[in-house]
């Protein structure tokens, strides 16, 4: 194939050919051309043209198929555009030529089809260039039409097309001819061609004016014919040109050129009146109607109708959503007078009303839901109102006039109810679209929207009673704030209208619906309104019998209401359980003999009220088992069980009942049948297997004798075919954006749909997805699908005899009947018996033996060749079904060989697509095809049958069938892959392009082709390489295909190409391909489009995203609309605007997802783009005003924004890309921004550091920081928290949140001290104040105070009165909460006013933490500064007024909050309990929870729990649990519970607790919850709340009460620390470890204080005398033993251990012995590691302080090994000397350790002595095991050690020979280390050794080591030190030196000085020496004169001795000295203030 790649036709290699690879290689070739000549230089071009003409015109003649001629024909036109057209008649004769030729073969026929298509390509590129010729040409090619077939009619109009496209207005000679010959095509046989028509006409009135003025009624009445027998194609092609031609006529300006043609301006009326022609008559044209008409027989075909329907919607679209805005109150009342009575006619039956109103309803959706923003759309609902209005005058004038005459006008009334159902469907959807946004309108009381809808509730007809129901429903949902009241209404008038039948149907529906509605509310209701409702629904069934006109009605009504009730779930009904029961058990006589008795008794009507009342019980029950599953205990089943069998009794009594009272039963006994079928299919079949028989019997004959001749296959089939099967029976099946119309052309001429009047039970049940008013069948069919389900679920549980009587019933019956009766039995059968394979599937059950498998399979093969292609579709899959349930490879294979035979042998359709689908299907369920024979065979069959090109159908199924076998066979198709594909593109490339449904199966070929090749197409192998080529081919085939199902499979396979192989598929192209169908208007195609772009996009979206643009900015052809956008916003901006414009869900949802993945990769590279983008969504729905303040230095920067998408400033505030999104968009839009915000997070620090952005800018203009952006981000939070729409307001709020986190702390760099959010605090309290307003949601005001308690506790406001603003608000909502749950609103579920108090609460807490722990900063801070000195005092003062004062605006409201906050933990407390406690709980509910409402608060409860528990404890332990509340037994606050009074009986309960008491039980509450929560925390609990409750731990164990409780009771110690044991080894996190230890350390301090205080009280006790016999306090008490479990040490050691050995695995012993940890190596732990061992070690040390001294020496060891091991592992060098942590940890504990006092106690001192001993031996050794390590062990930490047992036990320890021994060696070694600093140390360590107080410590130290100190001294005389380092090494020896002189005896001292002395001196310089020398050897001269003044004067005598014998050395100090007074001098000279100093000085040389 690559060598088809060159300019000319390589015709050696094509030559060499085979027939088919000839085509391949042709189509390859032309494909590159067209690539390579738009990029190919004139030049060349030219010097090829000849050449290049001949191979092209050659391949005319060559037979091409479809594909191949229409790229032909565009290379010649770009061949000629692009080179010399010199040529062009030439080949346009000889085109001509070829059109006129006489032959008519089949086989010339493509050369003559290619020659028309060449025609058109060429005029088109080359337009008026080609001059006159046009004539002869257009004549010409009409002139063949006249005899033309099918494919020369369909392509000689897309020519046509195309000449009228490239000429323009110079074909106006040609129009009429062109129009003539089009109007014959626009009527064809063939849909393909008049689709073609279609598209001719439409380019033909771009400049043909007769269309739309002279000849315009021509025009309407030949699309009106147009539409008679079409196919949804051809309706949408022709609507298109219908809606057209008419938004032309009414546009269009009066031209010059018009005036000629008497040309007269056509109105909106008479347009509109044309329109309704076509919809109200069709197309019989204007005159011969009337006569019809008055026969009454003319009935409009529904596909005209749903044509028009179409039409009119694209005439308005065309005009635009201005033009609607402008002209709406017209455009309404002509739509909706087209279903009123002036057209009696059309709503004769009820049938085409139906049709009628939905055709109604599609165009308002289409119009003003699709085109009208949010304003206009409130402004579309008030127009609808007043039409409303108008009517109900009518209906109350004709209602009210007792007038017998006028009375006749009842017709009126009746006449009137289609145009209420349409207006009051429309305004429901309005404002269920329009959500909380509608609010506003319906508040406006001038328009009164409630008021109409339910003044028309009492309207005669039941439809619009029930359409304004429903319209109530979808105000309810859209409009939460409503439900409660308009349900408090409706109640009202329900009972004040008893005795009328309408007032009590109508407000019942309207109950119910608005009960269906609560569930989609999320705000709910409140809980008593349950216990209203059923008080009202058994009055209605009590008082149903007292009058006889309005039994029925209240009957009705009744169950109606407790049916709806069953919606609100368990938490509701159980407690209206028992009545419900009792009157369920009441409605169904008790035993068979009472209902002989009832038949005998009653008449027709009370028969019709016993069976309305039954159906509804039945109906209700259903209601209860499927909403309230919970509910359904073994008991209440029982219950529900007594009244089944005389409800079945019943069903199998009807017909006679129905025989004897005649027909006016029929409706009423339908229904029952209906609803007992619905009941027991959901209920467990266990319950009523005594009925099987009985209900079976009752199954088969309904759907054997069905009381309807109506064929129901459209609506009972579909869910039982397999989803893709569906594929084949074309687009009327598959979801379109016309399926709300198009679905009445599928149900046949006798039903038009479901309609909510059929079953008003519907109305309050969940809605299917996607229909907005629920429409249910007429009962007739819904008892048929009803008697399917429940057959399905029995024949499954029913006996294996049983079944074989069964199915050979439903046989018999199927022969017995015949033509289209046996069609309707047999599908109803297929239905059933499908059903319940299903079921037996599903269950795993068997089908039973031989016999029962042959009558299924009669039943199923019968279906197999019926002549509805659905039913064959059904078969199949039940075929699958049939072979899955008996699983028998035997089995399956015979059905298969069944097939193979048929198929060899059949020749007629029917059984040749039925065959081969089951071939499909058959190994569907059995987990793929196995055997290789079967496949074969299958494959050779179907090859041939995909090749019988004289049946497109069987050629479609067969090629569905080959696609679902090369999926089921998988690898195993792998021999057949390269001839299946060889076949797919010959037939792609020859197959007509009018045959779609071939193209669409062929494309599903070639999806699962690439599906099985998969990975391997990556692959470089030749086969691979050509097997790609060959897909890659066949997606261009498709990708060329004019039919946009076929393009939406090429999309698909691209898609599947792009996965596997992603680096050949050609990126650029497909995105180009994707941008044009971006707007496509089949929804399929659309679908298709962005799940590509989504699966794209998630590689490579930059990519993507250039290509879109780039391709826009090349493009010069017109594009759609959605590519003009590109050009402007980029394809994201393009994606949002289609997400604004889309209804259906699963594309927004796609859609939502592209651009998320978009934003997750590219948000950070584009910010200023996406910011833009978010913004000009979030602002288009904000006022303009508001908007034009946009500050400019933003404006500047998006200006300069370096995206392919030029973004201008805002300056034209006129222009905006997004006009009007919809709310849903803008809540998207603000969700985006929070998802920038998290994308910046993780890209860098300088997003959120202004001072480092600004830097970065400057280097680099392109680069974009989101901390630049930080206005706009304020600015859209604002403009959505404060929107109309509560969705929005909550994402707004939500994203204020995050901006304030994540900004809070950065610096304002121009005014330091402030931080950049201090500015706009304005704006942030203006965005949350509106959600504190008195009507404002629960949810949004709960969001704002987290938003509040966030903006408070960021600290980005210092100033108070600034705070104020935003505090105030917290304290309105305070005083909100105070009026407890009393007093909360009575709109919304009672756990809504739960979920805002502890918003509240939670808020409060947050402020007060942060309060706190600012305070205590401070005051750590203000200690600090006091250790300064006075000069920080001031500067302290002006910070602490902020915080403090943030803890004086807390303080002020802290004592409600506390009683609050301890009733808000106690409610916690309770709602934790198990359930086993849950009649131990308060029967009203706790402080701000109900009873009732438990289960919806707990989550509340979960969420706010954490904070309010530490903000209690911070407050309890600030008042240090000693402040009781004086009044605290008789609390202010009215509330039924508190905190105190809990769990005791009012009688025993004393008056007032005591305060001990009182904190005993809050301490226990705190606690209680905390350990509850630690036990257990869920996996996902939050970091947050576990982080929470550890602090409030801490601050509880901050005060000494609770800490004395906690120590005095051992068990509850133990306890917790066990759960903080388990804590640290179930979570990872680093801080939440840090706490825990934290916690640990606090209760073992509790536990040393108990210990402590206990031994102190003993010794009081005892006096000092008899101190041998004091108890043992401590644990191990006189055995030294502890006891797991029970022992606090133990567990504290335990909890310890796990932390080390966590952090340092070699501590572990068991591990040390192993191999794989080799010891020495040391690790470097992170710095939270370090810090978590520092902690553990700091614990260990305090364990002996809690043990008794055996208990001490029983855990000694374990401690040492640890603190020494640690120690040990990470005692390493650092760079700068520093100390690791861990290190300075374990000598700070070990130095606790050994000074504790057990180590001197008598009774442990000797076991003492002996470890510690031990433990220095250890230490010791470390040395010696480290070897060639040595390098890397810190000998500083190690010495330090050892000083410290030197230094900290007792003398017995250390002064044993032999360890004295070693440690002097260790010293002498380290004294001799080349590192000045360890130098350094060892000095600093023997100094505080040398001033051991016990001298036989020091004095082998001293006598060891003194001499070789003095001697390194005398050695640095020679060599002057040459750093600091080496400096400090000499000063410390000095020190030394000078310690010594200090401690030695006065023997020894002059000694000592006279070493001593020369060594200073000789430090000294003079004069000269001085000013040159190093800042080292000045300092050293310093230090030497100071100590020299110092020893001088102390040791006076020697001093004189030494002078006097060295004059040099007297001479040195001398001059030194005086050197030094000088200097002073100089010095006192500057600073004459001060002469203290050099006088001092005078005094210590005087010594001289």
């Not at 044509?307 to 309404?332: D, H, I, K, P």
């Amino acid at each position: 194939m690559e060598l088809a790649h060159s300019l000319l036709l390589n015709e050696e290699v094509y030559n060499q050919l085979g027939e088919f690879q000839k085509a391949e290689f042709i189509f390859e070739w032309l494909q590159f051309l067209e690539k390579l000549l738009p990029v190919t230089s004139r030049a060349d071009i030219r010097e090829n043209q000849k050449k290049l003409v001949e191979q092209l015109t050659s391949l005319l003649n060559n037979s091409p198929g479809p594909p191949t001629r229409r790229l032909v024909a565009k290379n010649l036109a770009v061949l000629y555009s692009t080179g010399d057209t010199f040529s062009v008649y030439q080949t346009i004769d000889k085109c001509n030529e070829l059109i006129r030729s006489k032959d008519d073969s089949p086989s010339y026929l493509p050369t003559k089809l290619a020659a028309v298509v060449c025609l058109g390509y060429l005029y088109k590129k080359l337009g008026r260039i080609l001059g006159n010729s046009f004539t002869d040409t257009v004549g010409n090619v009409l002139k063949a039409m006249k005899n033309a077939e099918s494919q020369g009619r369909y392509e000689i109009m897309l020519s046509l097309q195309n000449i009228l496209n490239g000429l323009g207005a110079a074909a106006i000679p040609c129009h009429r001819d062109i129009y003539k010959a089009a109007r014959s095509c626009l009527t064809d046989r063939s849909m393909a061609v008049r689709c073609a028509a279609a598209k001719c006409l439409l380019e033909l009135q771009n400049e043909a004016v007769f269309m739309w003025s002279t000849d315009l009624d021509s025009v309407v009445t030949l699309c009106f014919k147009s539409f008679e027998g079409s196919n949804y194609d051809v309706r949408l092609a022709v609507a298109k040109l219908l809606g057209t031609v008419l938004a032309r006529a009414l546009t269009s300006k009066q031209t010059t050129a018009s005036a000629r043609h008497n040309f007269r301006r056509i109105s909106l009326e008479e347009v509109m009146e044309l329109l309704g022609t076509g919809f109200l008559r069709g197309s019989c044209g204007f005159l011969r109607a009337s006569g019809d008409m008055l026969k009454g027989t003319s009935s409009v075909s529904r596909d005209v109708r749903v044509g028009v329907t179409q039409a009119y919607v694209v005439f308005v679209s065309t005009l635009g959503a201005q033009w609607l805005e402008r002209n709406y109150s017209a455009f309404l009342s002509h739509i909706l007078d087209l279903v009123s009575q002036s057209h009696p006619k059309v709503i004769q039956s009820q049938m085409d009303a139906i049709g009628c109103r939905r055709c109604v309803s599609f165009i308002l959706r289409a119009t003003v839901g699709g085109l009208l923003g949010e304003k206009a759309q409130i402004a579309a609902a008030k127009e609808i109102c007043q039409a409303i209005w108008k009517l109900k005058k009518v209906v109350d004038t004709a209602m009210s006039d007792n007038n017998l005459e006028t009375r006749i006008s009842t017709t009126d009334v009746t006449a009137s109810q289609h145009v209420l159902v349409c207006a009051l469907q429309e305004l429901g959807s309005l404002i269920h679209g329009l959500g909380t946004t509608a609010a506003p309108l319906l508040q406006d009381s001038s328009t009164g929207v409630l008021e109409a809808v339910i003044s028309v509730i009492l309207h005669p007809s039941i439809s619009v009673r029930l359409t304004a129901a429903w319209c109530l429903r979808c105000i309810a949902v859209a409009l939460p704030y409503y439900v409660s009241l308009l349900l408090d209404r409706c109640i009202e008038r329900l009972s004040a209208l008893k005795s009328s039948p309408e007032g009590v149907t109508g407000y019942s529906f309207a109950v119910a619906a608005l009960l269906g509605a609560v569930k989609h509310c999320p705000l709910g209701i409140p809980h008593g309104k349950g216990k209203v409702i059923m008080t009202v629904a058994e009055d209605l069934l009590c008082s149903a019998s007292q009058n006889s006109r309005i039994s029925l009605q209240r009957t009705q009504a009744g169950w109606l209401l407790i049916a709806a009730l069953m919606t609100l779930g368990p938490a509701v009904v159980q407690h209206h359980l028992p009545r419900m029961l009792l009157l369920w058990k009441c409605i169904f006589p008790s035993c068979p003999k009472d209902l002989e008795t009832e038949k005998t008794r009653g008449d027709s009507f009370t028969w019709q009220v016993t069976l309305e009342g039954r159906a509804g019980a039945l109906c209700a029950i259903k209601s209860f088992v499927s909403h309230c599953a919970g509910l359904l205990t073994d008991e209440v089943v029982q219950r529900l069980l007594p009244p089944l069998p005389s409800a079945v009794d019943l069903l199998t009594q009807l017909s006679s009942i129905y025989k004897s009272y005649g027909n006016s039963l029929k409706t009423p006994s339908t229904v029952y049948r209906h609803k007992l079928y619905e009941l027991l299919a959901v209920l467990p079949p266990k319950t009523y297997e005594g009925s099987f028989c009985a209900v079976l019997k009752e199954l088969v004959a309904d759907l054997t004798v069905p009381d309807s001749q109506i064929d129901a296959s459209t609506f009972l089939l579909p869910p039982l075919c397999h989803e893709n099967d569906l594929l084949l029976l074309g687009p009327l099946l598959q979801e379109t954006d016309h399926r709300f119309i198009e679905e009445q052309l599928l149900l046949g001429n006798s039903i038009a749909g479901g309609s909510l009047e059929y079953d008003p039970y519907s109305i309050y049940e969940k809605v299917a997805k996607g229909d907005s008013v629920p429409k249910p069948l007429p009962p007739v069919l819904s008892v048929i699908s009803a008697a399917t389900r429940l057959f399905g679920v029995m024949f499954s549980h029913v006996a294996e005899s049983h079944r074989l009587q069964v199915l050979e019933q439903l046989l018999n019956s199927i022969k017995q009947t015949k033509g289209s009766r046996q069609q309707i039995v047999q599908l109803n059968v297929v239905s059933a018996f499908s059903t319940s394979l299903k079921h037996l599937a599903n269950c795993k059950g068997s089908l039973g033996p031989e016999e029962v498998r042959r009558s299924a399979l009669a039943v199923v093969m019968g279906a197999l060749e019926s002549n509805n292609p659905l039913l064959r579709c059904a078969a199949a899959e039940c075929l699958a079904r049939l072979a899955q349930v008996v699983s028998d490879s035997a089995f399956t294979a015979g059905l298969a060989q069944v097939s193979f035979d048929k198929l060899k042998s059949a020749r007629d359709v029917v059984s040749r697509t039925g065959h081969s689908l089951a071939l499909g299907c058959l190994y569907r369920y059995l987990g793929g095809i196995g055997s290789t024979q079967h496949l074969n065979a299958c494959v050779g069959i179907l090859y041939t049958l995909s090749q019988d090109s004289t049946s497109p159908d069987v050629q479609a199924w067969a090629l569905h069938s080959l696609a679902l076998i090369v999926d089921l066979a998988g690898p195993l198709y792998h021999v057949h892959v390269e001839p299946t594909l060889s076949l797919v593109l010959m037939l792609l490339l020859t197959v007509p392009p009018a045959y779609t449904e071939v193209h669409q199966s062929l494309g599903r070929c070639l999806n699962a082709l690439i599906t099985t090749l998969g990975p391997e197409l990556q692959g470089s192998s030749t086969t691979v390489s050509a097997l790609r080529t060959s897909c890659l081919l066949g997606c261009a085939v498709m990708q060329d295909n004019p039919d946009c199902l076929v393009q939406a499979q090429a999309i698909s396979c691209l898609q599947q190409l792009h996965m596997f192989a992603p680096r050949h598929v050609n990126l650029s192209s497909l995105v180009s391909c994707l941008c044009v169908n971006l707007c496509s208007s089949y929804l399929l195609l659309r679908r298709a489009v962005v799940a590509c772009l989504r699966q794209l996009v998630q590689r490579e979206a930059a990519e993507v995203s250039e290509y879109a643009v780039a391709l826009v900015k090349e493009s010069r052809e017109d594009f759609t609309p959605a590519d003009v956008n590109i050009r402007e916003i980029g394809l994201e901006g393009a994606l949002l605007g289609l997400l604004d414009k889309e209804l259906d869900q699963r594309l927004c949802q796609d859609i939502k997802e592209t651009l998320t993945h978009m934003l997750t990769s590219m948000a950070v590279e584009k910010l200023s783009f996406w910011l833009k983008l978010c913004k000009d969504v979030l602002a288009a729905s904000a006022d303009f005003n508001t908007v034009a303040s946009v500050d400019t230095t933003q404006e500047e920067e998006t200006a300069k924004v370096d995206d392919g998408s030029v973004l201008t400033s805002d300056s034209d505030e006129r222009f905006h890309p997004f006009s009007n999104p919809r709310w849903s968009t803008r809540v998207f839009a603000a969700e985006c921004v929070c998802k920038i915000i998290s994308q910046c997070e993780n890209a860098g620090s300088a997003h959120f550091d202004i001072t480092l952005a600004q830097e970065r800018k400057q280097r680099d203009s392109r680069d974009d920081f989101l901390v630049l952006h930080l206005a706009d981000l304020i600015r859209m939070a604002f403009m959505a928290a404060t929107d109309h729409s509560d969705q929005l307001r909550l994402s707004g709020l939500q994203t204020l949140l995050i901006v304030v986190r994540k900004f809070a702390a950065v610096p304002e760099p121009e005014f330091p001290g402030h931080v950049i959010l201090e500015q706009y605090q304005a704006n942030v309290g203006a965005a949350l104040r509106p959600a504190f307003a008195p009507e404002t949601p629960p949810d949004v005001t709960a969001k704002a105070c987290q938003v509040c308690s966030a903006w408070i506790a960021s600290g980005v406001v210092s100033d108070l009165n600034d705070l104020r603003r935003v505090h105030q608000l917290l304290v309105s909502s305070l005083v909100k909460v105070q009026a407890g749950k009393e007093a909360q609103s009575q709109q919304y579920n009672e756990s809504t006013s739960t979920m805002e108090i502890l918003a509240v609460l939670k808020a409060w807490a947050e402020v007060y933490i942060v309060a706190v722990e600012r305070q205590k900063n401070q005051s750590d801070a203000h200690n600090h500064c006091l250790k300064v000195g006075n000069s920080a005092e001031e500067s302290y003062k002006g910070v602490t007024s902020s915080t403090s004062g943030l803890l004086d605006l807390v303080q002020a409201d802290l004592g409600i909050l506390s009683k609050l906050w301890l009733s808000a933990l106690q409610d916690f407390a309770l709602l934790t309990l198990p359930s086993e406690y849950a009649l131990q709980l308060p029967a009203e509910g706790g402080t701000f929870y109900t009873a009732e409402t438990i289960e919806n608060a707990r989550p509340h409860y979960y969420n706010s729990w954490a904070l309010i528990l530490y903000a209690t404890a911070l407050w309890l332990t600030s008042t240090g649990f000693i402040v009781v509340d004086p009044d605290e037994g008789v609390t202010n606050l009215s509330r039924p519970v508190t905190p105190t009074t809990m769990c005791q009986d009012s009688s025993t309960r004393p008056l007032v607790k005591s305060p001990e008491d009182v904190n005993t039980d809050r301490f226990h509450l705190i606690l209680g919850i905390a350990v509850e929560f630690l036990c257990s925390p869920r996996s996902d609990a939050a970091m947050e709340n576990i982080i929470a409750c550890l602090r409030a731990l801490q601050a509880l164990f901050d005060v000494p009460w609770p800490r004395s409780k906690i120590g005095g009771d051992q068990e509850l110690g133990v306890e917790l620390l066990n759960v903080l044991h388990r804590l640290i080894l179930t979570r990872e996190s680093p801080d939440i470890q840090l706490a825990a230890l934290e916690v640990v350390r606090l209760i073992l301090f509790a536990a040393q204080e108990h210990v402590k205080e206990k031994r102190r009280s003993a010794e009081v006790d005892d006096g000092a005398a008899e101190k041998e016999t004091l108890p043992e306090f401590g644990e191990g008490k006189d055995t030294g033993g502890l006891v797991p479990g029970k022992s606090l040490v133990f567990a504290t050691l335990e909890l310890c251990v796990c932390i080390l050995v966590r952090q340092l695995p070699q501590l572990n012993p068991k591990l040390t012995c192993s191999p794989a940890v080799q010891s020495g190596k040391h690790l470097l732990l992170s710095e939270d590691g370090s810090r978590l061992v520092a902690v553990a070690l700091v614990i260990l040390s305090d364990v002996p302080a809690i043990c008794s001294p055996e208990g001490s020496v029983s855990v000694l060891p374990t401690i040492l090994y640890l603190i020494i091991g640690v120690l040990k592992e990470t005692a390493v060098k650092l760079r700068d000397g520093q100390l690791p942590l861990t290190v300075a940890a374990s000598l700070q504990a070990l130095k606790g350790l050994l000074s504790s006092p057990m180590a001197r106690a008598e009774k442990s001192r000797t076991a003492w002595t002996d470890l510690l001993r031990s433990a220095l031996v250890t230490v010791l050794d470390c040395w010696d095991q480290v070897g060639g390590l040595l390098q890397e062990l810190d000998e500083v930490s190690l010495l330090t050690a050892i000083t410290v047992f030197i230094m900290s036990t007792s003398p017995e320890v250390t002064t044993v020979e032999c360890l004295q021994k070693r440690c002097i060696e260790k010293f002498k070694i380290t004294l001799d280390s080349k590192d000045p600093l360890v130098q350094c140390k060892c000095y600093q360590l023997l100094h505080s050794i040398f001033q051991h107080p016990n001298k036989t410590v020091s004095y082998p130290y001293i006598h060891s080591l003194a001499p070789s100190i003095v001697g390194k001294l005398q050695e640095t005389e020679k060599a002057k030190p040459e750093n600091a380092a080496e400096l400090q090494v000499i000063q410390e020896g000095i020190k030394v030196v000078t310690a010594l002189m200090a401690t030695a005896e006065e023997e020894h001292r002059a000694h000592l000085v006279a070493c001593l002395l020369p060594i200073l001196i000789s430090f000294l310089l003079d004069e000269n020496a001085l000013a040159s020398a190093t800042k080292s050897a000045k300092n050293l001269h310093e230090f030497a004169l100071q100590n020299l003044m110092q020893i001088g004067p102390q040791y006076s005598s020697v001093f004189k001795k030494l002078m006097a014998s060295s004059p040099t050395m007297k001479a040195r100090l001398e001059s030194a000295v005086k050197g030094n007074q000088e200097s002073v001098k100089v010095k006192t000279a500057k600073h004459a203030k001060n002469p203290g100093k050099s006088s001092s000085i005078q005094l210590k040389t005087n010594f001289l």
